[in-house]
């Protein structure tokens, strides 16, 4: 290793030391995706406060190449690294079955929900009231494209939680020469095949990790993409979109990845409740199929709503409020990652596998859609219509 670096991984080492002593009352722990910069992260920190153990956090999911596991037994065994395996609440393809629409560009939803409720789910373990009560240290490096956007200490709004990026300066070549040469550390044998840690199916596009997820999962790649062409293609939904002949066909979408450009269309959305208002001021939605309704999601608003049949009558609440209930309802695919806003009332329950809301106290800090995936992700959203007049 040249001076330069040395001297730039020394700086970095007093850096964390530092930073991981001031944080102490939060907690704290590396993001470990198996990829060589957050290897490199975990080595620098371990030099710091290796005698604290800190935690690596890995996450292993369906989509995830095998190979990944045995790595982190390699190097748990290497190095004494304190790394945790955990799995989400749910898979990639539990997810697609209950009405989820593919990864896109905007807001992928691969990071809060096959990672992100891995990691609040063991916070909450660890005794956090929220996601704010944590720390992530990350290993964001200058190879990332999109490094230049992001700040050491930043909040990852994914799961609203502080996060350090401590690697920022640092190129791929200096993190490999950390790795191997500082540490004496194996980087992860995915790497021959690709050129980042993707997953089998990423919805970013590499050539080299298609060709290799095709030759040695092609099970795993039918159904990925076979779900795509499912909710693009044989709806028919293609044909509605305004686009260019040539943006409209399988080998564009599918093949060249086109589908993570896709823009929700009108017709994907249905309506499936309809809302007037009382002359005294009562709100009622009438719910087209009684199936839909799941009286937890009204919990935050206890005391201030009545049920009848597919009637729901709110009383007291602002408009905004009861269309955040209803719509939750009507979208929730029970992923459980709201349960990030609720540490203590909301929970995954991991046999049912299933959001469970127990001892709301009607606090109304989750009455906002923004950490509902089912609202933002699912393909065919349900919403509802106004009738002004009642009828
Ligand atoms: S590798 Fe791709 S699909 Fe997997 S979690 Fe990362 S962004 Fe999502
Ligand atoms: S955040 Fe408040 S309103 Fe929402 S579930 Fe928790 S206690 Fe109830
Ligand atoms: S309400 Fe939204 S975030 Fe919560 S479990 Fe349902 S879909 Fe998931």
């Known amino acids: 290793m040249n001076k330069t670096l040395n001297h730039k991984v020394h700086e970095t080492v007093r850096w964390l030391r530092k930073s991981w002593q001031k944080c102490s009352s939060l907690h704290r722990f590396v993001a470990f995706s198996t990829g060589k910069d957050s290897l490199a992260l975990a080595a620098m920190l371990y030099e710091a406060v290796g005698e604290e153990q800190p935690p690596c956090l890995y996450v292993h999911h369906d989509l995830e190449f095998p190979l990944n596991l045995e790595y982190v037994h390699l190097v748990r065994g290497r190095k004494g690294f304190n790394i945790q395996i955990l799995r989400p609440h749910l898979e990639y393809f539990e997810l697609m079955n209950r009405g989820m629409g593919f990864i896109t560009l905007k807001e992928p939803w691969c990071i809060p929900l096959l990672i992100g409720t891995g990691l609040a789910d063991w916070l909450r373990h660890e005794g956090a009231g929220s996601t704010r009560e944590a720390i992530m240290f990350r290993g964001m490096s200058g190879s990332e494209f999109s490094h230049s956007l992001h700040r050491r200490l930043e909040l990852y709004k994914h799961l609203d939680m502080p996060c350090f990026n401590p690697m920022l300066q640092f190129s791929t070549d200096e993190i490999i020469d950390i790795s191997k040469k500082r540490y004496g550390l194996p980087i992860n044998p995915i790497y021959e095949h690709m050129s980042r840690s993707y997953c089998i199916c990423c919805y970013t596009s590499d050539t080299r990790r298609q060709a290799y997820s095709k030759r040695h999962f092609p099970h795993v790649c039918r159904r990925y993409y076979g779900q795509i062409d499912n909710l693009l293609f044989k709806s028919g939904l293609i044909e509605r979109a305004h686009l260019d002949e040539k943006f409209k066909t399988k080998e564009e979408k599918l093949s060249k990845h086109g589908f993570i450009h896709w823009k929700r269309l009108p ?123 009642g009828r």
Not at 290 to 307: A, C, D, F, N, V
Not at 311 to 335: G, H, K, P, Y
Not at 348 to 366: M, P, V
Request: aromatic share 10%.
């Open 267 to 389: 017709e994907q959305v249905e309506v499936a409740a309809l809302r007037h208002q009382l002359p005294s001021g009562a709100l009622v939605y009438l719910i087209k199929d009684e199936s839909l309704i799941s009286e937890k999601h009204l919990m935050p608003l206890q005391g201030r709503w009545h049920r009848e049949g597919n009637e729901i009558r709110f009383w007291d609440v602002a408009q905004r409020d009861s269309d955040i209930v209803i719509r939750r309802m009507l979208n929730c695919i029970d992923c459980g990652f709201c349960m990030i806003e609720c540490f203590r009332y909301k929970r995954f329950d991991r046999k049912k596998k299933i959001l469970q809301i127990e001892g709301c106290t009607q606090c109304g800090k989750c009455l906002r859609l923004a950490f509902c995936m089912g609202w933002k992700h699912r393909f065919w959203r349900r919403d509802i219509r106004s009738i002004p007049d």
